[in-house]
């Protein structure tokens, strides 16, 4: 049993040759193949490809030492020199003709393994246990089946942890395939666990099977738990193709918290009761198989659909697992529920007067909008803007804002909203901004003389104030009062109308609106004329006069002198003298 060199060679051989010729212990070159095809079967009993590295390794030993004429002989021959090769043309017979013929039926059977079929035509199936060495990455054959022929390509992807088959049924009928594939040994788990009862446990869930890109449930397919090879039967129609995945599935799946609009912050992050909350799972080998989650430690629940979160500080904890079985660690993410609007506060500092809707104020009134947004169930997101709008013309602002406004009517809306969009409603004052005083004017009732700069009234003479706020710029806020001084006393409210006491009166008055906008004082001096003047009579001619009787002539007049007193100061003149003789009427005294 010379193979590879003497009988003492490891068994996996080194390939180290110990002779070049028949009878120093040279290689033969079909104990070397039948070696190797020992090999290619072994290998499929072991968890990693080191026999099928070894079966390889002898082949490309045979094959490297193969005479010019590409033949191989029964023993391998290395000629010693070139011009011994050249003399012999590479084959030197050192042993029969047809034991040649068997070592190249023995080479093309030994090819045949790296693909290794068995078919079955009794019931069409096509046995195939695909063989690929360490070196290789792919290898294709074409399976004669009657005058058709079945195709399959395998090709390995060691990083990704998969070998893929695809297969094309070329024949005029159904095939069932048998297919066994094995995935790299670098990523093939030491998950076997040898019973008490003498068996292996079949690690099912270390791989996965996608058939043509679905993946297969584990009852479709089982693994070979001797060679650590997945096992997958089933039937190809005639005219189609396949592909077979067998991937080993290490890693477990991701599963995101996707939070959809509004949101605001990171950490901490805030969100509405309206905010869309969703799980998205990745696995990149054989799929999501759950996702589930829970709310404030509650009882895990497998996630569904989309959902929302009342107001509050919530932790949502969610895991996946994928369809191998792997299980990912539990994540947990705290939110920030802000299911509260804002609130906005309208409020003016300094003079004002409401009225029903309406807010009178003076220019120098500061008008101030502050915007809070307040904490509810531990949770306030912040003020994100106020927009407040001034007869239409708007301004986007801060959480706060204070302002003065000049004369005139103005329709005032404001509105703030949080920073994940909770907005309070929308909000409206009317503003009438007087800047304008009052005007007070003086009045009387009954005897009033105006001479010389100088106003005349008696003692029975009422005298007024009246006080009126004039619309400017569509304001007027109204007279809130109207206060009046006589003489050196101090303002007092003015009430109804009055009579002086005679003498000379110093009245001083003013008025004030509702918002505080004052008149300058005015002065008014009045001279109060209370006594009458005094007229006498006197005859210009004969008179004499007996007891209380005067007699006069025809030819005598009688004149009429008046004069009016000056009594404290005042003296308002005599104005007219009337007369009359015995009981006729009376008539003006002219000279």
């Not at 079967?41 to 968890?47: L, R």
């Not at 790296?114 to 290789?136: G, Q, R």
């Not at 500092?349 to 909008?369: A, I, P, Q």
């Amino acid at each position: 049993r010379r193979y590879n060199g003497p009988d003492n060679d490891d068994t996996y051989f080194d390939g180290v040759w110990q002779g070049k010729y028949y009878f120093e212990g040279g290689p033969w070159a079909l104990s070397t193949l039948w070696h190797g095809q020992y090999f290619a079967e072994y290998g499929d009993q072991e968890w990693h490809k080191n026999a099928y590295d070894v079966f390889k390794l002898k082949l490309d030993k045979t094959m490297a030492f193969r005479t010019k004429l590409d033949l191989v002989g029964e023993q391998i021959y290395v000629p010693l020199s070139q011009e011994e090769a050249d003399k012999s043309k590479g084959f030197y017979m050192e042993t029969a003709w047809p034991n040649t013929w068997e070592s190249m039926g023995t080479m093309a059977d030994t090819l045949l393994n790296f693909v290794d079929y068995e078919y079955n035509a009794a019931i069409s199936e096509l046995k195939l246990e695909p063989k690929i060495p360490s070196a290789w990455s792919n290898l294709s054959g074409e399976i004669a089946i009657g005058n058709n022929k079945f195709d399959i390509t395998v090709s390995e992807f060691p990083d990704d942890h998969k070998i893929v088959a695809n297969m094309t049924n070329h024949t005029n009928k159904a095939i069932t395939y048998n297919l066994y594939l094995k995935i790299q040994d670098s990523d093939v788990p030491d998950v076997l666990i040898y019973n008490n009862g003498g068996t292996f446990t079949n690690p099912v869930g270390q791989y996965f099977v996608k058939i043509n890109g679905l993946v297969i449930d584990k009852s479709e397919w089982n693994v070979d738990v001797e060679g650590g090879r997945v096992h997958v039967t089933k039937s190809l129609a005639t005219g189609q193709s396949v592909e077979v995945i067998a991937q080993a599935d290490f890693n477990s799946p991701i599963t995101t918290l996707n939070i959809d609009v509004p949101k605001y912050g990171t950490n901490p992050m805030y969100v509405t009761s309206a905010t869309m909350i969703s799980l998205i799972a990745i696995d990149t080998g054989s799929g999501i198989a759950e996702t589930n989650f829970s709310i404030d430690g509650g009882t895990m629940a497998g996630y569904v659909a989309p959902f929302r979160m009342s107001g509050g500080i919530h932790t949502v904890s969610f895991f996946s697992k994928d369809v191998s079985g792997n299980t990912e660690t539990v994540q947990f993410r705290t939110l920030y529920v802000d299911a509260t609007a804002t609130v906005s506060e309208f409020r003016v500092e300094g003079s004002s007067f409401v009225v029903g809707s309406d807010l009178f104020m003076r220019t120098n009134t500061k008008v101030v909008v502050n915007s809070v947004d307040p904490v509810t169930n531990g949770v306030a997101s912040g003020v994100k803007e106020l927009k407040i709008s001034l007869n239409g013309a708007e301004y986007i602002l801060s959480q706060s804002t204070s302002f003065y406004l000049p004369e005139g009517v103005y329709a005032i809306t404001f509105q703030s909203k949080d920073n994940v969009g909770n907005s309070e409603q929308l909000q409206s004052r009317t503003v009438k901004v007087d800047d304008t005083v009052p005007v007070c004017a003086l009045n009387s009732s009954g005897a009033r003389f105006d001479d010389l700069g100088r106003t005349y009234v008696s003692t029975l003479t009422l005298v007024g104030l009246s006080a009126t706020d004039p619309v400017v710029n569509g304001v007027a806020s109204g007279v809130n009062r109207t206060e009046i001084a006589l003489d050196s006393s101090n303002f007092g409210l003015y009430s109804s109308p009055f009579a002086l006491m005679e003498g000379v009166r110093t009245i001083s008055f003013n008025s004030t609106d509702n918002v505080g906008n004052k008149e300058s004082t005015q002065t008014v001096t009045l001279y109060t004329d209370g006594t009458p003047p005094v007229t006498i009579a006197s005859v210009q001619g004969a008179e004499t006069s007996v007891g209380t009787i005067t007699y006069i002539n025809g030819d005598s007049r009688i004149a009429l002198s008046a004069n009016d007193p000056t009594v404290s100061s005042v003296a308002s003149g005599v104005r007219e003298t009337q007369y009359k003789v015995d009981n006729t009427f009376y008539q003006f005294y002219f000279s």
